[in-house]
């Protein structure tokens, strides 16, 4: 048994979250992102219950190969009346390959009695039999006591007994659940403090339904718990589970403790990531730790600051995590926003104070008509860009667009795009189809360019945000356009403000394609 266990369950109780499906391949991909995080344990699912989850376990008995973690399979006591050795589910347990077992016991009494509708004594008898049974079998068992905090407060007596029991029997670790997730931090230290003096090794189970998950979580290693569990990215049902990756950046960066690999907490971010990509369910930006906003700073005064030392706006070094700071530019800004962003974008305005304090104003006034250059850095870099060379950077001329929608009874509407330009010294005009207005402009102005600058061909457009602002004026609201576009190796957003939609996405695919040449080190006219 290690000093102290990380344990990860993601793929059980992380996938009851609304919405949230995985497939075997899923999972076999999520087990292997959280071996390379060096988590300690993974369960992997409830073999018997379903399907998926048989199959799951027969697949990584044979291809998994896990370096760091052990995989467990989850699963519930015997019924009542059964024999261990006689409930089918329990043999699939035994038969899973899965080294440990984590049970699921009833320690609330009247969860025994109207949930199970059994004896208090039969619970204790369930919990006894199938530890032991599985223990006999030569499987590590682990067993979470389901909700065990209310359970506590309910009856005190009862909830310890069951405690005992499941020690008594071989349990390595007993596990509180806060599985309604409504307790507080402080409630939390005074429970774990009673139960610890049963001798029994504690883990701690949270539910983020308070908002305090994590601190719950933390508040009971601090009385004594050395197994948490939790699920990457805070998935699970209603509000979730605690977010794994917080609690271990909480014990080694907060706490001093040692909880994964040497090294491996570097890889959060990646891997808080990938695991989104997996599930389909983006982290929040505001995540933290690993968030892309989790260091991010707005504020003129904070970039001051970092100027001289980003720690005096940091509570880690971002490094730390896998992650990075980021200056967001926006009217907060001041100038020293500006040049430490310029400054991260390959332009040193430190030394001409005249042209800073232009970009400065240029970007709060931009900012007051409706754009936003906080998630569009790649408009901003043409901004500085066309402030540095004295023009924007420019590779074709733009005689004329228009686009036509037309719809007959029936059938979906098709959008029409014609653009009239110039490039290379060559007319070009050039007829879009797509399925809006948006995707007909952008097939024309790409199919048009592309005969000039083939790189454009590489160019995709991956992402499409429209707000609304002054929604006040209704219809005569001015509209802001984010648009994300991709070469298949890097993305960059670029915004566009217009009195329609039109009009503010037209703008934001000229940034886009603009930008893009650029990246792609493609000389424009502004710049030989």
Known sequence: MSDFHVYDTTMRDGAQQEGLNLSVQDKMHIARHLDDLGVGYIEGGWPGSNPKDTEFFALAAKELGLKHATLAAFGATRRAGVQASEDPLIQALRDSGASVVTLVAKSHDRHVTEALRTTLEENLAMVRDTVTYLREEGQRVFVDLEHFFDGYRANRDYALEVVRAAGDAGAEVVILCDTNGGMLPHWVTEIVTDVATTGVRLGIHAHNDTGCAVANSMAAVQAGVTHVQGCVNGYGERTGNADLITCVANLELKLGMTVLPEGSLADASRISHAIAEITNYPPSARQPYTGVSAFAH??????????????????????????DMRLLVSEM????????????????????????????????AMEQAGYTFEAADASFELLLAEEIDGARPSYFDVESWRVLAESARG??????????????????????????????????????????????????????????????????????????????????????????????????????????????????????
């Open 298 to 323: 707005k504020a003129g005064l904070h970039a001051s600051a970092i100027r001289v030392d980003p720690n005096l706006y940091q509570h880690i070094d971002p490094a730390l995590v896998g992650n």
């Open 411 to 528: 059938d979906d509407a098709v959008a029409e795009a014609t653009v009239k330009l110039v490039a290379g010294g060559v007319r070009l005009a050039v007829i879009g189809e797509g399925n809006g207005p948006v995707n007909a402009l952008d097939h024309a102005l790409r199919q048009a360019i592309e005969q000039v600058y083939p790189d454009v061909a590489r160019f995709h457009l991956i992402d499409f945000r429209v707000r609304i602002l002054d929604q006040g004026h209704g219809t005569d609201a001015v509209t802001r356009v984010l648009i994300e576009t991709s070469d298949g190796k890097d993305s960059w957003v670029t915004v566009g403000v217009g009195a329609n939609i039109i009009e503010a996405s037209w703008e934001a695919l000229v940034d886009a394609l603009t930008y893009g040449l650029r990246r792609h080190g493609v000389a424009s006219r502004t710049n030989g």
């Open 333 to 364: 800004a001041g100038r020293a926003t500006i040049e430490l962003k310029g400054k991260e974008l390959g332009f040193d305005l430190a030394d001409d104070p005249a042209r800073l304090a232009r970009v400065t104003d240029r970007v709060k």
